[in-house]
């Protein structure tokens, strides 16, 4: 099993800002699509992904313009820079890897889950 460990959730008011981490094995971060997915009360809904070589990325709606992905390669790490936090944005957000990209954006073709880091956004 490759591990994919997320941090940087935490408590925080609305309007303010939070950077995710995902520390991935060097296999994973080579081989593999990232992607931050996140659980809600009711559904696990897509947040952002990125290619395998960093220059394609791809938002969900209800996060444009205020999220951001992106990948650093020499730490095999993915982040999600977050601002203009919502309270609908709190959930346990996640990282995810996948071989096909558009697998990865629809969450059927994940090969790697990671545990998840809670983010809660009070209004």
């Known amino acids: 099993q490759v591990p994919l460990v997320e941090s940087g959730g935490g408590l925080v008011q609305a309007g303010d800002s939070l950077r995710l981490s995902c520390v991935a094995s060097?296999?994973?971060?080579?081989?593999?699509?990232m992607a931050w997915f996140r659980q809600g009360p009711r559904k696990r809904e897509f947040v952002a992904a990125i290619?395998?070589?960093?220059?394609?990325?791809y938002n969900a709606d209800s996060v444009k313009d205020r999220f951001t992905v992106s990948s650093d390669s020499a730490k095999n790490t993915l982040f999600l820079q977050m601002n203009s936090l919502k309270p609908e944005d709190t959930a346990l957000y996640y990282c995810?890897?996948?071989?096909?990209?558009?697998?990865?954006?629809?969450?059927?073709?994940?090969?790697?889950w990671g545990q998840g880091t809670q983010v809660t956004v009070s209004s």
């Open positions: 995810a890897a996948a071989e096909s990209f558009s697998e990865l954006v629809t969450g059927s073709g994940v090969r790697y």
């Open positions: 060097g296999r994973t971060f080579s081989n593999y699509h």
């Open positions: 290619n395998l070589s960093g220059d394609t990325e």
